[in-house]
């Protein structure tokens, strides 16, 4: 079949130019939208009386097969088709004739496209807020279990001040809270309909732009014809939004990649979700936690890459524009599998409590508990603080906790010290001392779980469609 737009050329067009203009390969995925869209499209040019019904009831259910055979992979596209939209077109005359000819009246590949992105992006928004809110879930079951795991928190990568496993997990579903409403946020972004656009400055047809835009379950319209067709700051949106949620997974990959080294020993990897090496029998290595520490500079780039193709385009549509797509795609695909994967990770991963324990011991995380003791006492803090450098320098030195120093070390250290700061420095009363909100202390982590927990099962709940005739 010749080209839709052929009339005007003498020539065909080099098999070097189908090539590199088409974007089949990757734009088939948009296929449900692109005939969702069109159906749309045709049923509102029956309403408007600028096709008969008849005509409309052959091109709907023409659409309707062409989407069955697509699913069942009946059907192969043809790249001198160039896209989606064009290789549906063409299906579509084949199979039901000239009427077939009348669907793109009053529409353009621009606002068609657009369109399609639009719908696409919509239901990766939920279906993402989803994957992610699984994902937070299967963190706050784990942080239940470990709401006395006591593990030293960190500034620096040194040990600091003691706090639980829970408080620790509880931080990364915060981010994930911060994340799912980010991506709410891409959704509402996304949720205005181009059609009616036309290429660019809409059409003399009698169009009406909210009756489509109802029949596809969008919220509102796209104000204004050029921006309508040229605007993807929903896509960078996305990109965005998922980039900052890859930095997230990334950092807690990060976290876990060092937990599970034989200096820390935190954690155990599950043997399904870890790999060996080819030349070491010994090793385990967390491939999984460094991958999507890894793959967070691939979506990085796509956010950089879909930033500076946009930035020196005039008004309106360019083909520049194509590019939109393999970046958007390959991050919903990446954040899909990363999730899915990360969250299985998480889930089957042993805890090792001892080590953590120990480890929140050793590194005098209650110094600056001991240091509070004192001010309790009407010594002021900067006093304070230089009596427990002290007494920790003197530690130190015993190769000691402060825990095993006596009563008598203490009070040669300073005479203020009697016997009840054995208990303020207890690291168990260290953790569940500190009882406001936000606070490792088990009554707050309980209630942080609980909101969370809300969160995630409730608002995190897709977007529903909103109408469909
Ligand atoms: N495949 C094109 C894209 O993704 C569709 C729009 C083509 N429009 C045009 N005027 N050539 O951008």
């Not at 953590?356 to 600056?368: C, D, I, P, V, Y």
């Amino acid at each position: 079949m010749s080209k839709a737009w052929s009339g005007r050329f003498n020539k065909a067009t080099d098999s070097l130019t189908d090539d590199f203009n088409s974007s089949i390969h990757f734009d088939a995925r948009l296929y449900r939208q692109d005939i969702e869209g069109s159906i749309a499209h045709v049923k509102m040019l029956g309403k408007q009386n600028i096709l008969e019904d008849s005509e409309v009831n052959l091109i709907v259910k023409g659409l309707e097969e062409i989407l069955q055979e697509i699913e069942s992979g009946k059907i192969a596209f043809d790249i001198r088709m160039e896209d989606i939209h064009m290789n549906i077109e063409a299906l579509l005359i084949e199979r039901i004739g000239s009427v077939g000819k009348k669907l793109h009246t009053g529409r353009s590949r621009n606002d068609q496209v657009a369109t399609d992105m639009r719908l696409y992006l919509k239901e990766m928004c939920n279906e993402l807020i989803g994957e992610i809110s699984d994902l937070g879930l299967v963190l706050l079951k784990l942080s239940k279990k470990h709401t006395n795991t006591i593990m030293p928190g960190y500034t620096h990568l040194q040990r600091a001040q003691p706090i639980t496993l829970a408080h620790h997990l509880t931080a990364y579903t915060e981010m994930l809270k911060r994340d799912v409403t980010r991506f709410r946020q891409v959704y509402k972004m996304s949720d205005a309909s181009p059609l009616g656009a036309g290429a660019l400055a809409t059409t003399t047809y009698p169009l009406d732009r909210y009756y489509t835009a109802n029949l596809l379950g969008f919220s509102s319209i796209c104000q204004n014809s050029l921006d309508a067709v040229s605007d993807r700051d929903f896509c960078i949106d996305f990109l965005e939004a998922a980039a900052v949620y890859m930095m997230h997974l990334s950092r807690f990959s990060e976290e876990i990649i060092i937990w599970c080294s034989s200096e820390f020993n935190f954690i155990t990897l599950d043997d399904a979700y870890a790999t060996g090496s080819s030349i070491m029998p010994q090793k385990k290595n967390p491939d999984i936690a460094e991958l999507v520490r890894g793959k967070t500079g691939r979506v990085y780039g796509h956010l950089m890459g879909l930033l500076t193709t946009m930035k020196g385009l005039p008004l309106a549509y360019n083909k520049d524009m194509q590019e939109d797509k393999e970046p958007v795609f390959d991050t919903v695909d990446t954040l899909m599998m990363v999730t899915r994967t990360f969250k299985q990770m998480v889930n089957t991963m042993t805890v090792n409590q001892d080590t953590m324990l120990e480890a929140a011991k050793g590194g005098f995380t209650n110094a600056t508990d001991a240091a509070d003791w004192l001010v309790k006492k009407g010594v002021p803090f900067r006093d304070a603080h230089a009596i427990i450098g002290k007494l920790v320098f003197y530690a130190l030195e015993q190769e000691k906790n402060l825990d095993d120093l006596s009563l008598e070390e203490y009070q040669s250290i300073d005479p203020v010290f009697d016997k009840t700061i054995y208990e303020a420095i207890d690291i168990s009363n260290c953790v569940n001392a500190r009882n406001i909100i936000g606070g490792p202390a088990k009554e707050s982590v309980v209630r942080a779980i609980a909101i969370n927990e809300n969160f995630f099962n409730s608002e995190a709940s897709p977007i529903q469609k909103k109408t469909q005739d």
